[in-house]
């Protein structure tokens, strides 16, 4: 399986009052092409810290990222980490920013962010904006990173609007070989109800009119539109690094002459804009996509008057607008009701079949791992300790770790299970525990344990782990 | 017996250490702020001038200009600059600012600490109550302290003291009156948000009266904005204080040593002239002094407000 | 059976919406609505149901820390008085906070004696022998207050109780001994009762919670969520100690939670809340067996299971739980049932006993257990 995102040793750490908080040790998973990989571990062991880390959207102060790779394709997305800062040893470490070097990736990040990586987050407000309606919201994004292929539905439809007329006056349409094709047989296929058929095929035709009337100038915001995806997406596919560093540039350079918000803000204002109608009548279907109830009456919503099953709903559809190549799901149903979640997650195992998405999902309940992963990673005290196929993982536990967490659950089909405990509590990762981080806990502690962190050993195809009961084995082979 | 006590000390000098650990902390996060520390800094200055200024100076604004006529040093009615005798000049009747502006400190500065502290401690009480047993009685305290609220202060205080008698006693008492309805309505509104806590409900839960749980879980909880406050408040009432003597009102004799009134001399005196273009030093430099004060004070508080913001403490 | 230790009758706590002008009324959330519990000594009942439908409500009412809007809560109750009671509030019909004070004054002469809400002494040796554990560690340890003196607060107004069956006030190093020896039994140490609550783990904190509220030896203990905000391996370890703490000081139970792994973990009875109401109450093994309302079917089918081999059949519930504000009329899951008939939006069904200990409130209970009622596609009522 080709993998989409690689992470290697990838290291976070938090500098606070108490000292350093040594939050990611040494992090190191794949996520392959179509894969939900499940990140599980107890509360603080990492989990968000690792998402954020990867988006780069830890809080800095007081948290950096200060070593490690994410390769996404050919780019290394943590390529000048070091530069952004040094370390002053004083009395307790100090950060001196590079705050040129942090703004230019600020920006290379922007583009990242929504195109190649979304984000879900367990209170969908935080990923929200409470003053703008959901539609705002949708079409924000969309016109940030999906303008091209707006355009391009556009384009083909003002090609073809007598048919698109009859189509609407009851006639049957021939499916085209481009965009606007696809987006009709997706129509056809998702749209609920003729009254939803018709809201589409309105918006399509005065969007199509307003294209032609300005031909010129949205052909050429196609082309630059075009010229932008290619860029961005030479930069993942690119395998040198000087290369790189150009696009990256020439990137910064243009988004800080595209200034983006005010874009938004005026396509606003002309509400005739057939960008901004396309735009909604793709927020429309992408509302319909996500099997929400009345998807009209939640585009002219805010964020406050949804329910929280609705509210994430909202927020899967934004981050899947512009089919990222990774979804980082943190915790997505954790507040929501066990029903909603069950609703949430035959959701997303619904449109990872239809797009194909990898998905991150980051979640303490194994219970939704077990139904929703392909593969797991168990974390405990910012290291992966366990890694294997979802059936291996749960037939074939090794980690004592991972025994002792599937113990502890509690099982509504097993009356009879006795609930085993971990004894202690989840390590201070100021002054972490030497060697493996799980020994004060451990059942099968010994000597080794509390001096040499243990390496991660393949124990059987796909299948990871982190501990020294498994080295020796391995070395007797 | 011995071991008894022994562990008795010992526990209280744990708890004590604790408490004086979270404060250590409070602190480092306080002078991580340079502004904030400068105001600090500043205001523990002007807190020592009030309390050994007047001490080490002692004798009144005219002892030094008696001395040096006394020893021949002819003294002019009219002020004069800042000189070696007069590090602040004088002003009209040859009345040492330097003398005056020092005084002024302790006059200036234990009025306002006793009128924000009864203001204080008379909306903690009302603020509390307003806030935790609502009702009747909550209503009609909270509609007089919006009554009060309407009014102007200066205004209040104006009446105040033209009904009752111009004396720094009086002014005191209606600086009171307009300051404790800002803090009542400050702690009832922190009193709601704290009420709502478990921590609350397990106290009665436990079969806590309400006098305890709001004295042992609600105040303790409600009062660090109060901190804030007092102390961005302190350079009002200065000001205040200030506004009254200039304008007149708070008329305590004609040489009282308040930073207002010196400024107040200088502008009565020179009787059409006026004092600042002739005698800059006679205004700018008590101005000065309340000025340097109410910004240190603001800065102080602002940091205060800041650490005690449980967001911004990392 | 055993004795009965809590029963509360007709038990509604209506919250008032306020709002426009000068606070004005505009409706109630109805939070508890019509809720009749008995709870045996000695047992734990597990309290479920999706947030927001009244569990926190109920929990709080039944220890008076939430006044009533009506009903009658009665503790180490006399059979003949609280049945006749109950038989009483059976004629309470109307859900207008105003009307039920007047139709209830009607029927609480009776009551007055033993009601814990009504008589005051009886109220106040009912706080001495109940307490509560929260759900969020954070909020309910006062962050200004040391362990210790979070710990000793209910030991200080209340006393400990001694070996006469009175109680006994104690202070200064008889009461540091007695927290330090709590505290043991806790798994913490003494070291952690001079710190402050912000400096523990999120289990360690619900131990320092659990502390207090058994510091005064209580015989009935509700615990709302007490493991919602911990992880599955702090939760394990939580559930064994309060086992421990029940066997020990034998005492009653109220465990509320959403989760029913839990529940089949912890309970001997569960009694399962929709929207303020009881739809169903049984015993635990029973309802997990052979769960009857289909609110309680769609709740069971709903929890992920950690087991990737087990293909399960999820009754997938479409739509959120509608506003307690203003419940569908009827029986208030109609909207949601895909069982619901004609009758489910007109009638709301009564609480019966289906079969042996398993009560139900549904007007198709009989023919869903007999497989007679076969549900439909999708909800025949959702709006
Ligand atoms: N803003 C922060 N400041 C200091 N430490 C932090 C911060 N965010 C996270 N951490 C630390 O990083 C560790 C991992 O946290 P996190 O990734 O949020 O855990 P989880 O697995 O529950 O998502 C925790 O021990 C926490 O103390
Ligand atoms: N103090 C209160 N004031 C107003 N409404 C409340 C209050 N407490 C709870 N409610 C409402 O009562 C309903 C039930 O709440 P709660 O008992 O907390 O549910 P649960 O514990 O089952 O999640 C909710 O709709 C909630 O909004
Ligand atoms: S390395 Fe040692 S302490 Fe760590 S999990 Fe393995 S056996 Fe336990
Ligand atoms: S009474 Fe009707 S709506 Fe209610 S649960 Fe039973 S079948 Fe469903
Ligand atoms: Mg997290
Ligand atoms: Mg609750």
Redesign the pocket.
């Given at each position: 399986m080709e993998d989409v995102l690689v992470v290697k040793n990838l290291k976070t750490q938090f500098f606070i009052y108490e000292g350093v908080v040594k939050a990611l040790e040494d992090v190191s998973f794949s996520v392959g092409k179509g894969e939900v990989l499940g990140i599980v571990g107890e509360t603080g062991c990492g989990k968000s810290v690792t998402a954020y880390s990867i988006t780069r959207l830890i809080p800095d102060p007081p948290g950096r990222v200060v070593g490690g790779e994410v390769r996404l394709g050919n780019l290394d997305l943590m390529r000048n980490i070091k530069d952004e800062a040094r370390f002053v040893q004083k009395k307790r470490i100090k950060i001196k920013h590079n705050y040129r070097v942090i703004r230019n990736n600020e920006l290379f990040f922007n583009t990242i962010r929504g195109k190649y990586i979304s984000m879900i987050f367990q209170e969908p407000m935080a990923a929200l904006n409470p003053v703008y309606t959901v539609e705002d919201q949708i079409a924000e994004t969309l016109l940030l990173h999906n303008r091209t292929r707006l355009l391009k539905i556009m384009k083909s439809a003002s090609g073809h609007l007598s048919e698109l007329e009859k189509w609407r006056d009851g006639g049957e349409i021939e499916i085209f070989d481009d965009e606007l094709g696809e987006e009709i047989d997706k129509i056809k296929k998702t749209a609920r109800g003729v009254e939803s058929i018709r809201f589409h095929q309105d918006l399509l035709i005065e969007g199509a009119n307003g294209f032609s009337k300005k031909m010129q100038k949205y052909e050429e915001m196609l082309k630059k539109s075009i010229e932008h995806d290619e860029l961005e997406d030479r930069l993942l596919t690119d395998p040198n690094p000087t290369t790189q560093q150009e696009i990256i540039k020439r990137l910064a350079k243009e988004s800080k002459k595209v200034n983006l918000i005010k874009m938004s803000k005026q396509m606003k204002r002309n509400k005739k804009d057939p960008l901004l109608i396309e735009g909604r009548r793709e927020s429309f279907s992408l509302l319909e996509s996500v099997d929400i109830p009345n998807p009209r009456g939640v585009l002219k919503s805010y964020p406050h008057e949804l329910s929280g099953g609705m509210l994430q709903r909202v927020t899967i559809s934004i981050a899947l607008a512009n089919n990222p190549k990774v979804l980082i799901a943190d915790e997505p149903t954790t507040a929501l009701d066990v029903t909603v979640q069950a609703q949430i997650l035959k959701l997303l195992r619904d449109l990872q079949d239809a797009i194909g998405t990898s998905i991150i999902l980051i979640t303490h309940d194994l219970g939704v791992i077990a139904e929703t992963c392909n593969r797991v990673a168990v974390m405990y005290a910012g290291n992966i300790v366990e890694m294997a196929e979802v059936k291996e993982l749960f037939r074939n536990p090794k980690h004592p770790y991972t025994i002792g967490l599937l113990q502890s659950i509690p099982r509504v089909d097993d009356p009879n299970k006795t609930l085993k405990t971990i004894p202690g509590n989840v390590p201070n990762l100021i002054n972490p525990p030497q060697g493996c981080r799980f020994h004060p806990r451990c059942p099968f502690v010994f000597d080794r344990c509390r001096v040499e962190k243990p390496v991660s050993i393949e124990v059987s195809k796909g299948h990871t782990v982190e501990c020294h009961l498994f080295s020796g084995k391995v070395n007797a082979e | 017996m011995t071991a008894n006590a022994n562990s008795a000390s010992s526990n209280l000098a744990r708890a004590v250490r604790t408490r004086f650990q979270s404060f250590a902390k409070t602190f480092y996060f306080y002078t991580r702020s340079p502004i904030a520390t400068i105001g600090l800094i500043i205001v523990l200055f002007y807190l020592l001038v009030a309390i050994f200024g007047p001490i080490i100076l002692g004798g009144d604004p005219w002892r030094m200009t008696q001395y040096l006529s006394f020893h021949g040093h002819y003294i002019y009615n009219v002020p004069q600059p800042p000189s070696r005798y007069f590090p602040f000049g004088t002003t009209f009747e040859g009345y040492d600012i330097f003398n005056g502006v020092v005084k002024a400190a302790r006059i200036d500065i234990m009025v306002a600490a006793i009128v924000v502290l009864s203001g204080a401690i008379v909306g903690t009480f009302l603020g509390s109550i307003a806030g935790y047993k609502g009702g009747l009685t909550g209503e009609v305290i909270m509609r007089v302290t919006d009554i009060f609220l309407s009014i102007p202060s200066l205004v209040l205080a104006i009446a105040f003291l033209v009904i009752f008698s111009r004396t720094l006693n009086v002014m005191v008492l209606a600086l009171i009156v307009i300051w404790w309805p800002t803090y009542t309505r400050i702690v009832r509104g922190q009193v709601l948000s704290v009420r709502?806590l478990k921590y609350v409900e397990a106290s009665v839960a436990a079969g806590s009266s309400s006098v305890r749980t709001v004295l042992k879980h609600i105040i303790p909880n409600s009062i660090y904005p109060i901190f804030v406050q007092v102390s961005l408040d302190f350079g009002n009432v200065i000001l205040t204080m200030a506004a009254l003597f200039f304008l007149g009102v708070g008329f305590a004799g004609y040489w009282t040593p308040e930073w207002g009134n010196i400024i107040s001399i200088a502008t009565t005196f020179s009787s059409g002239i006026p004092a600042i273009t002739d005698y800059w030093w006679t205004v700018v430099i008590p101005a000065l002094a309340i000025l340097i004060l109410v910004v240190s004070l603001n800065l102080m508080g602002d940091g205060l407000r800041d650490v005690t913001d449980p967001r911004l403490r990392r | 059976m055993s004795k009965v230790l809590i029963d509360a009758v007709g038990l509604r706590?209506y919250?008032?919406?306020k709002g426009g002008v000068a606070g004005r009324t505009l409706g109630y959330?109805y939070?508890?609505d019509d809720v009749n519990v008995k709870i045996y000594k000695g047992e734990t009942v597990g309290l479920v149901?999706?947030?927001?439908?009244?569990?926190?409500?109920?929990?709080?009412v039944l220890l008076d820390l939430?006044e009533p809007t009506a009903g009658v809560l009665f503790y180490n109750p006399e059979d003949s008085v609280s049945n006749k009671v109950s038989e009483l509030y059976k004629n309470l019909k109307t859900n207008k906070p105003s009307e039920l004070k007047k139709e209830e004054k009607k029927l609480v002469e009776e009551a007055k004696k033993a009601d814990v809400y009504r008589n005051k002494k009886r109220n106040r040796e009912f706080r001495k022998k109940v307490q509560i554990v929260f759900q969020d560690p954070v909020s309910s340890l006062d962050p200004r207050m040391l362990i210790k003196d979070i710990i000793a607060e209910p030991i200080i107004i209340n006393g400990v109780p001694t070996e006469d069956g009175k109680r006994k006030k104690i202070k200064g190093d008889e009461l540091l001994n007695y927290i330090k020896e709590m505290i043991g039994e806790m798994g913490l140490n003494e070291d952690h009762l001079f710190r402050f609550p912000h400096e523990f783990s999120g289990g360690q904190r619900q131990r320092i919670a659990i502390a207090r509220a058994i510091s005064i030896r209580p015989e009935f203990l509700v615990l709302?969520?007490p493991t919602s905000a911990l992880d599955v391996s702090v939760q394990a370890q939580i559930l064994s100690l309060l086992e421990h703490l029940q066997q020990k000081y034998e005492m009653t139970y109220l465990f509320?939670t959403?989760n029913l792994a839990v529940i089949r973990a912890v309970s001997d009875r569960v009694i399962v809340?929709y929207l303020?109401k009881v739809v169903e109450v049984s015993r635990t093994d029973d309802l997990f067996a052979n769960p009857i309302h289909p609110y309680t079917q769609a709740l069971l089918s709903a929890i992920p299971v950690p087991d990737p081999e087990r293909k399960r059949n999820i009754v997938v519930l479409s739509g959120d739980v509608p506003?307690?504000?203003n419940p569908p009329a009827g029986c208030r899951f109609h909207t949601r049932c895909r069982f619901a008939e004609e009758i489910c939006t007109k009638e709301e069904p009564k609480l019966e006993e289906i079969k042996e200990g398993h009560t139900a409130a549904c007007h198709f209970a009989r023919e869903i257990i007999s497989g007679q009622k076969k549900p439909a596609e999708a909800p025949k009522f959702s709006n």
């Open positions: - | 709502e | 706590k919250f008032p919406i959330v939070a508890v149901g999706e947030s927001g439908c009244g569990k926190t409500t109920l929990g709080r939430a709302d969520e509320i959403h809340m303020g506003s307690p504000a």
